[in-house]
């Protein structure tokens, strides 16, 4: 499986089990997005901490993500992002619009104070 999906009270967490987060891989994360947000889970972690490649597809799905839980009155937090993925989110200037954490707990402890 591409993603964990682990469901943690008010909010979830997404594991991201892939090298590379691009056009094989980004319709899947979005439709699991989707299916949290109609589960009426409104906040959500997305932790990239084992993807080391992104394209312009998983960033459109990670903005999928965060407009989902925008809408629906939530947050949408990023984590554990690796080098190449940190430097992909800051040239389209997404650091300017997504919460990103160094890792998971400090993404948690984020969502739960929300």
Same mark, same amino acid.
């Given at each position: 499986?591409?993603?964990?999906?682990?469901?943690?009270?008010?909010?979830?967490?997404?594991? *991201?089990?892939?090298?590379?987060?691009?056009?094989?891989?980004?319709?899947?994360?979005? =439709?699991?997005?989707?299916? #949290?947000?109609?589960?009426?889970?409104? *906040?959500?972690?997305?932790?990239?901490?084992?993807?080391?490649?992104?394209? *312009?597809?998983?960033?459109?799905? #990670?903005?999928?993500?965060?407009?989902?839980?925008?809408?629906?009155?939530?947050?949408?937090?990023? =984590?554990?992002?690796?080098?190449?993925?940190?430097?992909?989110?800051?040239?389209?200037?997404?650091?300017?619009?997504?919460?990103?954490?160094?890792?998971?707990?400090?993404?948690? =402890?984020? #969502?739960?104070?929300?």
């Amino acid at each position: 499986m591409n993603f964990t999906i682990d469901t943690k009270g008010n909010y979830t967490v997404i594991q *991201s089990n892939v090298e590379k987060l691009d056009a094989t891989n980004a319709s899947e994360l979005k =439709s699991e997005l989707v299916l #949290i947000n109609k589960n009426a889970v409104n *906040s959500i972690i997305l932790d990239l901490n084992k993807t080391k490649y992104c394209d *312009s597809s998983g960033l459109s799905a #990670i903005l999928i993500g965060n407009r989902l839980c925008k809408d629906a009155g939530g947050v949408f937090a990023l =984590s554990g992002l690796q080098a190449n993925v940190e430097k992909m989110v800051k040239i389209s200037q997404l650091d300017k619009v997504l919460n990103i954490y160094e890792n998971l707990k400090a993404a948690t =402890s984020f #969502i739960e104070t929300k």
